[in-house]
């Protein structure tokens, strides 16, 4: 998936490819946290650049919610340093929480209340300037601005939630999980949410159970498992890391296949031979494969070739096929 974005001038859109280096949004060093005996976060180091969306991927029980509950000042850490926005959100958790916005997985609403008086209320607790009615149209509630939380859908909450979070554009956003039980349409505009922070300078942190919504927002991503982050760089860095491949069915009869600087793996089927190639070097690969087809006039059927995906990775670290940190 292609993504473009434009990113707002000003400090807070610093070219973070060339020039000073502005200080990161999130800085994390050797965060341990410990319920009784059990280490949920286990050493981690994290780096989140002013500006940037951020995604931090894990397995169930890597320890993602725990490390995004210390970076809120919700959760208090058994060791390790933490800067959020130059804060310690353990001891400055009040200065925080006017500069950061959050989307818990769950809201604490009061069902009673209807959407609109809902955002009334949170208009009285932020310092941040906004208008209910703008983020109304924004998360398209406004039809259902008269009715109450408790009688809302599922979706409906998350948008509401999400609404809150973005209020008068903090500098930083926390979501976890922000489009969970959203329909497809609801998600896509979700996404252009996002994204409009980015374009305003922000800087937004996600966690997401769909790779794909990852690949579509991130600049960079993390990826947890067991309490450490196994993964973490920019998509690129990361897909780079990982060889990607191709297959065809070559007819019987075709010889000596071509040599590829990957690994071959051949599965004898009806009409000749299918073969997956796995490689770092997928054009060279590829170019000589088809070249070694062509010169002999051979028909290769059901051919695709793809890059490395997240998913893959994904799946490789909760396999335990990646070394964590």
Avoid at 85 to 93: E, S
Avoid at 178 to 186: A, F, I, K, V
Avoid at 213 to 227: F, N, P, Q, S, T
Wanted: no cysteine; hydrophobic share 40%.
């Amino acid at each position: 998936m292609t993504r473009t974005t434009t990113h707002a001038a000003g400090p807070a859109a610093t070219d973070r490819e060339s020039g000073p280096r502005a200080a990161p949004a999130i800085e994390v060093r050797d965060l341990h946290v410990h319920y009784g005996d059990f280490e949920a976060v286990r050493g981690i180091d994290l780096e989140v650049r002013r500006g940037e969306i951020f995604a931090l991927l894990g397995t169930n029980g890597a320890g993602k919610t725990t490390t995004l509950e210390v970076l809120e000042g919700f959760g208090q850490r058994s060791g390790g340093s933490v800067r959020v926005l130059g804060l310690d959100p353990a001891t400055q958790r009040g200065a925080l929480r006017e500069r950061m916005g959050v989307q818990l997985q769950e809201g604490g609403f009061v069902d009673e209340l209807t959407v609109a008086e809902t955002l009334r209320l949170w208009q009285r607790m932020v310092d941040r300037t906004d208008r209910p009615e703008r983020l109304l149209e924004r998360f398209e509630l406004t039809a259902r601005r008269d009715v109450a939380v408790g009688k809302l859908s599922g979706g409906e909450k998350r948008r509401l939630d999400l609404a809150m979070a973005v209020w008068g554009s903090p500098e930083l956003v926390i979501l976890d999980e922000p489009t969970t039980g959203l329909d497809p349409e609801s998600r896509r505009r979700t996404w252009d949410a996002i994204q409009e922070l980015q374009e305003a300078g922000r800087t937004v942190v996600l966690t997401t159970h769909y790779l794909e919504e990852a690949e579509a927002l991130a600049d960079r991503v993390a990826i947890m498992h067991a309490g450490r982050v196994a993964v973490q760089g920019s998509l690129g860095e990361i897909l780079a890391s990982r060889p990607a491949g191709f297959s065809a069915i070559v007819p019987g009869g075709a010889g000596e296949l071509p040599a590829v600087s990957g690994t071959v793996e051949r599965e004898p089927v009806d009409d000749g031979t299918r073969i997956r190639v796995r490689t770092t070097e997928l054009q060279r690969d590829l170019t000589g494969f088809l070249g070694w087809a062509a010169d002999r006039g051979m028909r290769l059927t059901e051919l695709r070739a793809a890059p490395a995906s997240l998913a893959e990775i994904y799946h490789a670290v909760r396999a335990g096929e990646t070394e964590v940190e």
